[in-house]
């Protein structure tokens, strides 16, 4: 009898064969292989889903339906092999998704954030050398976390200033350019990292193992920095907490862009799918959201509005 967790090490492997950045649905799944297996069970019933819930069941239902969509992904490709397996209804537990409003950083938020990271420890300093400039890349780009991490060390062409993104999300290309300051300080990281490592790496952040830092670590880091800066209250047993997000650098990079729109009176219909293109959104109107999701956007969307329309009456 093959386990659970075997099975899903199988999983894991085909699909970041294929590309696919799997660091938030592993945590999920392994732990549900693990319970699985402490039930003596060898393949997925909607039963045992069921008895999981129960007994980690202090999320509420928004958590457990992306939690139910996880497995249901893993049982269907189970399902080709074991014709046993159950694959959970997608209606089981009913979640309501919404988007979480941003939290928009302040100029000098995001410098503490990028400091701080600078001095989070470790045997040669690397740690914080690539957390720093991981932080300060977002903040300055508005990649996504999966795609910084994503970032092999030819990826970066600093002779260009361009990142080519190739690990975007569904698997999405892209080329990003980046300011001269900006290039500077990812040519200081690669020097700095070379100096510990020695050349010959693939990716370009890396931690002192040697190792590409994934989603978890990323997330991890930044909650032990916004504890120390007070942006999140300090927990213990190193517990993330709950606070501003390292996602909400990227939110704060496409509010301060649209903001800057409006101030200097451009047309935001016209540079709106330049930054949905920039963002690697696959639809304008996902970056249309950012208006209605910060409050100051949205008075200053008003403001414009009631200007066309009182232009309009007085002509």
């Known amino acids: 009898m093959t386990s659970l ?6 999983y894991i492997a085909a699909r970041r064969s294929l590309g696919f950045d799997l ?57 080709g092999t074991d014709p046993r397996t159950e694959v959970p209804p997608h209606g089981l537990i009913r979640g309501k998704p919404r988007r979480a409003r941003p939290f928009i950083y302040t100029d000098g938020q995001i410098a503490n954030i990028v400091t701080e990271a600078a001095r989070l420890p470790s045997s040669y300093g690397l740690r914080g050398w690539t957390c720093s400039t991981l932080f300060g890349l977002i903040a300055v780009t508005g990649l996504r976390v999966s795609e910084a991490l994503g970032l092999d ?37 690669r020097a700095e990292r070379k100096r510990i490592l020695g050349s010959g790496e693939t990716a370009f952040f890396l931690f002192e193992s040697g190792t590409r830092p994934t ?50 009176g451009l047309d935001p219909d016209r540079e709106m799918l330049k930054l949905s293109t ?3 959104h696959s639809r304008p109107e996902l970056t249309y959201w950012y208006i209605e999701a910060s409050p100051e956007l949205l008075q200053l969307a008003c403001e414009r509005a009631e200007r066309n329309f009182s232009g309009r009456e007085a002509q």
Not at 5 to 10: A, N, P
Not at 28 to 36: D, G
Not at 42 to 68: C, P
Not at 160 to 173: E, F, S, T, Y
């Open 278 to 280: 920039y963002l690697g």
């Open 153 to 189: 060390d030819e990826d970066v062409d600093l002779d260009q200033a361009v990142l080519n993104v190739r690990r975007g999300k569904n698997r999405k290309c892209r080329t990003v350019p980046v300011s001269e300051s900006t290039a500077q300080r990812l040519a200081a990281y």
């Open 23 to 79: 660091s938030s649905y592993e945590r999920v799944l392994r732990r549900f292989a693990e319970f699985a297996d402490g039930e003596g069970a060898d393949h997925i019933t909607v039963e045992l889903f069921l008895r999981w819930k129960k007994h980690y069941g202090s999320a509420n239902n928004n958590t457990w339906a992306m939690r139910l969509s996880m497995v249901r992904v893993f049982a269907r490709w189970l399902q």
């Open 5 to 10: 967790s075997v099975r899903l090490q199988h």
């Open 215 to 264: 989603d978890y670590g990323a997330r991890y880091n930044f909650a032990q920095v916004c504890q120390r800066i007070g942006l999140r209250e300090r927990q213990a047993f190193r517990r993330h907490g709950r606070g501003p997000r390292i996602h909400d650098l990227r939110h704060t990079f496409a509010v301060r862009t649209i903001m800057d729109w409006y101030r200097r």
